[in-house]
């Protein structure tokens, strides 16, 4: 029985332990904003943020998560979150949309760390999140745009 | 989310629907539907018209035939009916259309289908049309309430005025009286002149649940009770099972049942995660003996044997054979071979099946020829095709996946399906290692090239030879082979261009820019090495030969002027130019390089100017070009799926099929050409002429040129 956070609310799971997070996220508990890429933390497209840090879902068995807070695309919240959405939605950041959950928190982790990121801060952030739409040239654009609107 | 509340959230978005210009759009279940719709809906209300609604709330919901994978549809088709309709961009809203081969046929393949960048192309005036129907149908009704002639009754914004009487009013309160009037037999639409909202950026319909994870795709489909199915396939092409031992398989917790199917051996289980543990735990022995054994190397080998041989015409012009026997020749020779390519769509394929009380099923995907995925599926269940719904969802992408004639994927999952008692709702998905090494792939190519220049530098003769599958699957000459090719822009006077069909147990598809994916490169390379030959500027030489050719010319042009060509460029930078027509849009784009880490290219920038004709959403369009560039950028830089010695796939992941990253991708610049042609597509046009434009830099910045893809693969060599 692993017992952990899921968005603010206590979750338990008595499953096969080697269950990785991502698919006890969607299968279990229906959340299903963020999505299964890969399977092997090559696309990004299952990050969650595991006590604040972006974590690739699809490689963390959920035995390894006892007592962690989990943040999903469904729960990010907060002033780098609101500025990261609207950025995104500003610029239209999304085509197909599938890889945008793990983007968004991938860039909502860096504007924690690095509130006015650079251009080589956005690479190493976010070059573990693959976007085969290729809208990376928005990425940036708007990852710029929520660092900007959160200075005023 | 489960499937309750999805089909709670479509009832809820329908309830208070007024207006329903649309086929009979029948509730769930009802097995009478003529056109196995079930879109769900009020069926009191009439049917007048296939793709608009209006609700009584004010919104209208535009029923999009083309289904939404990232290039904008949603966006794009809402966009006519909305300027002719005279709404406001803010009540505009998008779902896909049912499933019907006739009411939503795309209007250039005489079926239900999205694809060959024809999305806007094929629905310009059809879309206007139904926009313009809804209005005068509105306009009839408010004109009967207000006891006032239609003749004095404006439209703008989404209110209905009578300036004389001073009433005012929005759509939905004459919602269900218009979905009672007669509509008019041909409506009248605007002239350009007087367009509000096309050529203007509307931001996209689909933006806001794709930024806060509720856009669901066919994975996110989760009904109560569901089963997970995943099947092991094999390595090689052509490969079918021997014998296999599930006992392991069965051991795995969770793990419902294994099955043989006609693709491989399928495992069902009550999760996601039990049914790869089960696949993984699968013993199977697979008969080669029907297999493709040949290695990527063998085949471009075989391939080039065919060079020297009579091949298929695809273009005579003039006569190549004495022209290259003329005296006082430079003739120049390049071979290029191209490697196979997968599409790897973020959402892997996958496929949800749910049975009806019944026995009708539904089937949840992401359908791009819809109507043939129900069909196909309706045999393999054993059902009429009336008892198959295909709910067509968002998708993860696609850049030609999930259009297949003869819907092969749809028919392993419909196998899988068919294969239980159907008790349970299935879910088929393909992990990515499934969608890197199953096929349908763009088809390995080769071109062999002669080109002659003659004493005064003039490009006197052109020979291209093209040798690969047959994506239509063709004994004769397939024009997907040669296009781009066989219609050379540049006028030489002697041309002669010619293919042979390759056989392979490896399926062929379409890929992002189909021909013009390989032909493109070539030509583009190819005559650019020919004028670095004789001492030519790139644009200049390009546009000498492209008098015939004003489109060409007018994005070549632009995209010159925005990059300053001809401008001091820093130290170890080199610029290349390509300029390419597909799906009749034009687009020319100049990129700026320098060696980057690897000893590969390095992509700072990329100057682009298209013309689509009428620009019906430039923001969308914009979106189109910066994802191409990046879509035909990474294939060329890093891709191949390659077959080792005996024929396994080497491929499996994006580990070792690489996409471009955040860090790889340049800044792009997109400028669109003002047009009045009719609009043409532009969900691929950008892909094909950044790879010749990297190549056409690289050999003026190191004298190398690029005779094989991708590009990291030689330079790493």
Known sequence: ?152 | MTIQDINATRRGFLAGSGLVIGVAIAPKMLSAAPTGVHAGGDPALAPMNAFVKVGTDDTVTVLAKHIEFGQGPFTGLATLVAEELDADWSQMRAVHSPTDNKVYANLMFGLQGTGGSSSIANSYEQMRKAGATARAMLVAAAAEDWKVPASEITVQKGRIKHTASGRESGFGAFAEKAARQTPPAEPKLKDPRDFVLIGTELPKLDTHGKTNGTAIFTLDITPDNLLIAVVAHPEHFGATVKSFNDTEARKVQGVVDVKQVPSGVAVYADNTFAALKGRDALSIEWDLSKAETRSSEELAADYRKLFGEKGLDAANNGNVDDAFKASGLQTVEAEIVFPFLAHAPMEPLDAVFIKADDGSVDIYNGAQFPGMDQSVAAKILGLDETKVRVNTQLAGGSFGRKAQFGSPYIQEAAAVYAATDRSRPLKHMWTREDDIRGGYYRPMYAHRMRGAINAQGQITAWEQVIVGQSIMGKADLDETSVEGASNLPYTIPNLKVSAHNVQLSIPPLWWRSVGHTHTGFAVETFVDELFQKIGKDPVEGRLALLGEKPRHAGVLKKAAEMANWGSPLPEGRARGVAVVESFNTFVGQIVEISVGPEGAPRVHKVWCAVDCGVAVNPNVIKAQMEGGIGYGLGAVLFDAVTLAKGGKIVQSNFHDYRSIRINEMPDVAVEIIKSSEKPSGVGEPGVPPVGPAVANAWRRLTGAPVRQLPIVNIVSA
């Open chain 1, 1 to 152: 029985m692993v017992t952990f956070t899921l968005n603010g609310q206590e979750r338990t799971f008595d499953g096969d332990p080697d269950t990785p997070l991502l698919w006890v996220i969607r299968d279990f508990e229906k959340l299903t904003g963020t999505k299964y890429g890969c399977g092997v933390a090559q696309c990004g497209a299952c990050t969650v943020h595991l006590d604040g840090t972006p974590r690739r879902s699809c490689v963390t068995p959920i035995s390894t998560i006892e007592g962690s807070e989990v943040v999903t695309i469904e729960g990010v919240s907060g002033t780098e979150a609101d500025a990261v959405k609207t950025a995104w939605t500003g610029l239209d950041v999304p085509q197909c949309g599938y890889c945008q959950s793990g983007q968004i928190m991938s860039a909502v982790a860096l504007l924690q760390m690095v509130p006015k990121p650079t251009d080589a801060d956005i690479d190493g952030a976010m070059a573990g999140n693959i976007c085969r739409c290729a809208t990376y040239h928005r990425i940036r654009a708007a990852i710029h745009n929520a660092a900007s609107s959160m200075e005023g």
